[in-house]
């Protein structure tokens, strides 16, 4: 019976749903991401916007903010406008937590889907291919669909880029994404591509010793007499330039 009863808290505490407040690292990055402006400025894509992308086609900007604060902001005063932006009524908290309902929704996975719905709006993560395959529990899936939310104006912005693989690397910090097969980079930088093929367009560089989970194994392009190439959340590498460190799968082979 003790014992009964030992086991599902030890249960529930490892898988009950995350549901906020959102996690020291997401308001971290949200911050990083945002920028610092203790004045009013006018953000990449025409909006008006403070403090940590306080922006006022979302919010009430008339003076003070949110009845209290005057420009110039102090950092404490952006740090709590920003704390209550995410947490107001009907905003990016509530939008996870009504949306994202896998039962071992995690913090990392909580928070980073709250800066994704900041970013981008509640709307689009509701509706995103991201959200579904998170709900119906794979995990890793939903993982790899952050890479493909970075345009703006039709043109793929690198601040974005940056943002959502800060914002995957954080979903997966739990080890939800793994597959059982991951490496590290063998050689002084990597170029990942967008294509298993050494002509495709470079989708960003991983520097030496950099560990990699990766997701399935494909041919490509040969390289050095290897024509293997690995899938990783934003694109492929040369399976060449890996080596393999945790190999549950026979395709985890290069
Ligand atoms: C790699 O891309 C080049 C240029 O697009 C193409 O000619 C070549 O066939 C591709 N190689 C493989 C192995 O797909």
């Not at 009950?16 to 308001?27: E, S």
């Not at 890479?147 to 997966?172: D, H, S, Y």
Request: include cysteine.
């Amino acid at each position: 019976m003790k014992l009964a009863i030992i086991l599902s808290v030890i249960a529930v505490a490892s898988c009950a749903r995350y549901t906020g407040p959102t996690n020291q690292a997401g308001v971290n990055l949200i911050k990083e991401f945002e920028g610092w402006y203790p004045n009013f400025y006018t953000d990449p894509v025409g909006i008006r916007t403070i403090g940590y992308g306080h922006a006022c086609h979302v919010w009430d900007c008339s003076l003070p903010l949110n009845g209290r604060y005057t420009p110039p902001l102090t950092q404490a005063q952006g740090q709590e406008l920003l704390k209550s932006d995410l947490s107001a009524a009907g905003r990016y908290e509530a939008c996870v937590r009504s949306y994202a309902t896998l039962s071992t929704l995690n913090a990392n996975q909580y928070s980073a889907l709250v800066s994704f719905a900041f970013n981008l709006g509640c709307g689009s993560l509701q509706t995103s291919t991201l959200l579904r395959l998170l709900n119906a529990g794979n995990v890793l899936g939903a993982s790899a669909e952050f890479g493909k939310w970075i345009n703006a104006g039709g043109q793929v912005l690198p601040g974005l880029v940056r943002r959502r693989e800060a914002e995957r690397v954080l979903f997966c910090s739990s080890g939800g994404c793994a597959t059982g097969c991951a490496g590290s980079v063998a050689a002084t930088s990597l170029t990942v591509r967008k294509e298993p093929n050494t002509s495709a367009a470079v989708v960003t560089s991983l520097s030496s010793g950099a560990r990699v989970d990766i997701y399935s194994r494909t041919t490509g392009s040969t390289v050095n007499g290897n024509n293997h190439w690995f899938q990783l959340p934003n694109g492929y590498v040369s399976a060449y330039y890996i080596t393999v460190t945790s190999s549950s799968h026979s395709w985890c082979a290069k």
